[in-house]
């Protein structure tokens, strides 16, 4: 009995640990913030309602000073100054920053659930000694005042930028750190990506009356701020005093940011759906200006084309806006630079809103798995505006495959040897180069190889079943490949632990065709790369016929279904992982045969394409470089 009770215990045990127990933290921020835009300072009123939604019991916690990075000596300013290919936006200009021109943000003062709660500052991060434990399941209110200063423009945040707009007011406020079920994610601010809870946003922002004002959420008063918000016919209610009070909420959100300027031009766009568009500039000439003026009607078509792809947008406004140092997105909203062709312009444009679907809505832990976001994205993005230019909307020639110039991109950057594999956290990459291509160029081939091995319709259903299942809730890597494994029927963690966790790349080549008996021929392979992948092999005949061979890996488990039907198709034996090589039998003499290409799609990810086509010439056969 002991002995059955022992192996119970131990099965119920693997059963809870073998399945994701999945959770997320809940947070609620209201805050208070009165703007003083002569010394670009402000003072705040925090109350979070927090909600400990874990299995674990905190005694302490860590808030996001992100401010704080923007003085000299910092982490970012340090690692700014240091790293083998420096940020030209950044490079040694915090450490240049003078005493009016740096950012910071001080707490004042802190209570939790009533009781004063010790905290030290350090650097970017606020360590906070709970006075009591927050149990499994409870709720806890930190009521904070703080005050902060905002930096000169040197990388998103910031007040005057390059192109005149006062304040682009991105990780503004003091913020909780993540805790997940790899515990407290509090990460200093180095130089990039963000990580945060889900929850609700009840802010106030009180500030100049000419300053408009556009940003994540949803305007409570549009009729008390004015400025193109208000309601179609109705009397403004303006306050007495120097400065406007702008309310806003949101929900279902990870962040809040906003921008401010008094001479910023409004448009705003309602959708069929509802969805309503605002877009805040500051034109640079004329043509400029009419770029802006087409850039709301161009955006309604490409959401229209994003939502069928890949999902619904879930929120009722989304906002364009002007600021920051290049383009950076936030739920919600986007700020981009705006002093741009309309091509340069509308690229931007979806690229950031694009970013609604893995940043703001799925939430991904960005430190961690960047390349789920500006990856995704830019596969999305991509596409997208390839369907723009199929719809003459912007200059430009629409082409087959989107994501060709990609590939050849990451083929190029690995043969120079300084490739780091793309599990790799954000902050810790030797060169923002290998960075750049692991997250937004490997992380978009990610999706692109994902395609070729389950297929284009598995993938299409993947990609919506992903955004549906995991949004608003964090999903990782092994997450979306279990969705696709699902679609798919087939195995694909194998293809993680070489694309995420290794530098390798594909590279097969046809070896040789040659005549076996009078009426066959044997197809020779070879697998150069170290790296697993099906196989799709098209073999043409003289006669102006062909017949597409597929050749599944044994560790999928299964293979795609036919993705042409037009073209014969046979699928082969499994091909081992350990084999270098590989042969099968073609049913005619070689002679009949006038090549064999490797990937006819052209989506599989090879190092080395020159060797993937073999032409036969009779008895001069030679493989031919494409």
Not at 411 to 435: F, L
């Amino acid at each position: 009995m002991k002995n059955a009770l022992i192996a119970l215990l131990l099965m119920v045990s693997f059963s809870a640990t073998a399945q994701r127990n999945y959770w997320q933290q809940y947070a609620e921020y209201t805050m208070n913030i009165d703007m003083d835009v002569n010394t670009n300072q402000f003072t705040g009123t925090q109350t979070l309602r927090y909600t400990n939604n874990s299995p674990d019991t905190l005694n302490r916690a860590f808030y996001h000073l992100y401010f704080n990075a923007f003085q000299p000596g910092s982490m970012m300013d340090e690692r700014s100054r240091t790293i083998k290919d420096p940020d030209k936006r950044v490079a040694d200009r915090i450490s240049k920053l003078k005493p009016e021109e740096i950012g910071y943000q001080r707490v004042t003062k802190l209570v939790v659930d009533g009781k004063a709660a010790p905290y030290q500052e350090v650097g970017t991060i606020l360590e906070v000694e709970l006075p009591d434990p927050i149990l499994p399941g409870a709720t806890a209110v930190f009521e904070m005042e703080f005050n902060a200063q905002v930096p000169l423009q040197v990388r998103r945040s910031g007040r005057d930028s390059k192109e005149g707009i006062r304040y682009s007011m991105t990780q503004w406020y003091p913020k909780m750190a993540e805790f997940d079920d790899m515990g407290w994610h509090a990460n200093p601010y180095i130089g990039r990506e963000f990580y945060g809870i889900y929850g609700k946003f009840d802010i106030t922002i009180n500030i100049d009356k000419n300053y408009l004002i556009g940003g994540t959420g949803n305007l409570q008063n549009p009729n008390e701020v004015g400025h193109g918000y208000e309601s179609a016919g109705a009397t403004l209610k303006l306050p007495e005093g120097d400065k406007l009070k702008w309310h806003f909420k949101a929900s279902k959100v990870h962040d809040f940011a906003w921008a401010a300027d008094p001479d910023y031009k409004h448009i705003k766009k309602v959708r069929e759906d509802g969805v309503v568009l605002h877009y805040l500039y500051q034109p640079k000439d004329e043509s400029n200006d009419e770029d802006w003026q087409k850039l709301p009607g161009i955006m309604d078509t490409a959401l229209t084309f994003m939502e069928a792809k890949y999902g619904q947008y879930p929120y009722k406004q989304y906002t364009v806006i002007q600021g920051g140092d290049g383009g950076m997105e936030y739920p919600m909203a986007t700020l981009i630079t705006g002093h741009r062709s309309l091509g340069s312009l509308v690229g931007v444009t979806v690229h950031e809103m694009f970013h609604s679907w893995y940043q703001g809505v799925l939430g991904t832990n960005e430190s961690l798995y960047p390349w789920m976001d500006e990856g995704f994205t830019s596969f999305g993005s991509s596409h997208t505006m390839n369907f723009i230019k199929e719809k003459g909307l912007i200059p430009g020639t629409p082409v087959a495959d989107p994501i060709a110039e990609t590939i050849a991109g990451l083929v190029n950057y690995n043969k120079a040897g300084i490739s780091e594999p793309i599990n790799t956290h954000a902050d810790h990459y030797t060169r923002n180069s290998a960075y750049s291509v692991a997250s937004y160029v490997k992380g978009s081939a990610f999706l692109q190889q994902v395609n070729y091995i389950v297929g284009q319709e598995a993938f299409d259903r993947g990609m919506l079943r992903y955004y549906n299942t995991w949004k608003f809730k964090h999903p990782t890597p092994n997450d979306f490949l279990r969705v696709m494994e699902k679609e798919s029927g087939l195995e694909l963690d194998w293809f993680k632990e070489y694309f995420v966790n290794t530098t390798k790349l594909p590279d097969y080549e046809v070896v040789n065709v040659n005549a076996k008996e009078k009426k066959s021929s044997v197809v020779k392979l070879k697998n150069n790369g170290g790296f697993p992948m099906p196989i799709d092999v098209l073999v043409n005949y003289k006669t102006g016929k062909s017949e597409l061979f597929h050749i599944p890996i044994m560790i999928m488990r299964g293979n795609k279904a036919n993705e042409n039907t037009n073209e014969n198709w046979t699928v082969l034996p499994d091909w081992g992982w350990v084999y270098a090589d590989y042969e099968f039998t073609v049913p005619v003499k070689s002679k009949k045969i006038s090549s064999v290409q490797i990937d006819p799609s052209g989506r599989m990810l090879d190092s080395d394409v020159s060797n993937n086509k073999f032409v036969l010439k009779g008895k001069k056969d030679k493989k031919k470089k494409d």
